[in-house]
């Protein structure tokens, strides 16, 4: 018998993941069945379950794989010298999770199935801690870049590295909320939102 290789076996699980992310964002979480991602996968029973089995996996891998991809954008960008601003870095994530790469197509659809997945968690301990850990090697990346801005002479040292690392998680999460309720906003409104905030000065007032 012939011996499968790894690539073959990554493509297969590509394949289903990629096909339940278009189920999720065009009919949400709930409302999507095994048996519809089977015929979105156009793959039998048997090959979907190999690899997931049951709907809270593939929920819980295209979480935790997003929550990768954004590490990865930050921790590349804090080897960069001097790294990229807030509102370019924040900009170019949002833009690669809800422009480029959308599962199906529709952001304000995909935009619906990350609020649905972090709802999910207050009910899901599994999904929660998956979530959780995204969550804090985020703030972790965050932080890098902080003291990377520093170190380059973009920031001031006063704020604690962790604070300033919630507060930009915090604006992208507010983001990927605008674009599930109200849909059609533009990456570009984000990034100009925030060049408009880092140009303030703080001033004492009398």
Request: with cysteine; net charge neutral; glycine share 6%.
């Amino acid at each position: 018998m012939a011996r499968v290789s790894q690539a073959h076996l990554d493509a297969r699980r590509r394949q289903i993941v990629d096909a339940a992310a278009r189920c999720f964002a065009r009919n949400g979480f709930h409302a999507t069945s095994m048996q519809d991602i089977l015929r979105e996968s156009e793959l039998s029973a048997g090959a979907v379950y190999r690899y997931f089995p049951s709907k809270e996996e593939l929920v819980e891998s295209i979480a935790v794989e997003a929550f990768t991809g954004i590490r990865a954008a930050f921790e590349d960008a804090a080897r960069t010298t001097p790294p990229p601003t807030p509102d370019v870095l924040i900009g170019r994530v949002m833009r690669r999770m809800l422009v480029d790469e959308v599962p199906g197509g529709d952001r304000q659809a995909f935009a619906r199935l990350v609020v649905q997945v972090w709802t999910e968690t207050l009910r899901n301990e599994r999904l929660a801690a998956a979530l959780g850990e995204g969550y804090a090697s985020m703030r972790v990346a965050w932080a890098t870049l902080v003291h990377a801005y520093r170190d380059a002479g973009l920031m001031e040292s006063q704020v604690d590295a962790d604070h300033v690392a919630r507060t930009l998680i915090a604006t992208a999460q507010g983001f990927i909320a605008q674009q599930a309720l109200f849909g059609d906003v533009r990456v570009e409104i984000l990034e100009d939102g925030l060049r408009g905030l880092m140009s303030m000065r703080n001033s004492k007032i009398s």
